[in-house]
């Protein structure tokens, strides 16, 4: 199982940008679709984006599509979030995830956290308004 750590989280007002990191460890990183989800106090784990193995097929939820950018460089095993125009309704902890690698899943499957099998930590992200 691949081990996750997230970085980069923090303080920043409305309409700023921020970019959030994950770091894989593990030789199998380049097999495991990743996602990025996250949840506010008192919220339900929300789905915020996906990337296919090979960076070339990304998915992300309609609260954030146009705004956030999911990328991943598989030659240094990590994952990136690029949050840009962010609104205080983007203020949660944002987790890194890994899905089981040799397995197509769907869309649907991307969205729901059962799907993933690592999680890193979580980091926070605030937007003050």
Same mark, same amino acid.
């Given at each position: 199982?691949?081990? &996750?750590?997230?970085?980069?989280?923090?303080? !920043?007002? %409305?309409?700023?940008? &921020?970019?959030?990191?994950?770091? %894989?460890?593990?030789?199998?990183?380049? *097999?495991?679709?990743?996602?990025?989800?996250?949840?506010?106090?008192?919220?339900?784990?929300?789905? =915020?984006?996906?990337?296919?193995?090979? /960076?070339?097929? *990304?998915?992300?939820?309609?609260? !954030? $599509?146009?705004?956030?950018?999911?990328?991943?460089?598989?030659?240094?095993? %990590?994952?990136? &979030?690029?949050?840009?125009? &962010?609104?205080?309704?983007?203020?949660?902890? +944002?987790?890194?995830?890994? %899905?089981?690698? $040799?397995? =197509? +899943?769907?869309?649907?499957?991307?969205?729901?956290?059962?799907? +993933? *099998?690592?999680? /890193?930590?979580? *980091?926070? !992200?605030?937007?003050?308004?």
């Amino acid at each position: 199982q691949v081990q &996750l750590v997230e970085s980069g989280g923090g303080l !920043v007002q %409305a309409g700023g940008s &921020l970019r959030v990191s994950c770091a %894989a460890s593990g030789r199998s990183f380049s *097999t495991n679709v990743m996602g990025w989800f996250r949840q506010a106090p008192g919220k339900e784990r929300e789905f =915020v984006a996906a990337i296919s193995r090979s /960076g070339s097929s *990304t998915l992300y939820s309609d609260s !954030v $599509k146009g705004r956030f950018t999911i990328s991943r460089d598989n030659a240094k095993n %990590a994952v990136y &979030l690029q949050m840009n125009s &962010l609104r205080p309704e983007d203020t949660a902890v +944002y987790y890194c995830a890994a %899905a089981r690698g $040799k397995i =197509v +899943y769907s869309d649907y499957d991307l969205r729901v956290p059962s799907t +993933y *099998t690592s999680w /890193g930590q979580g *980091t926070q !992200v605030t937007v003050s308004s």
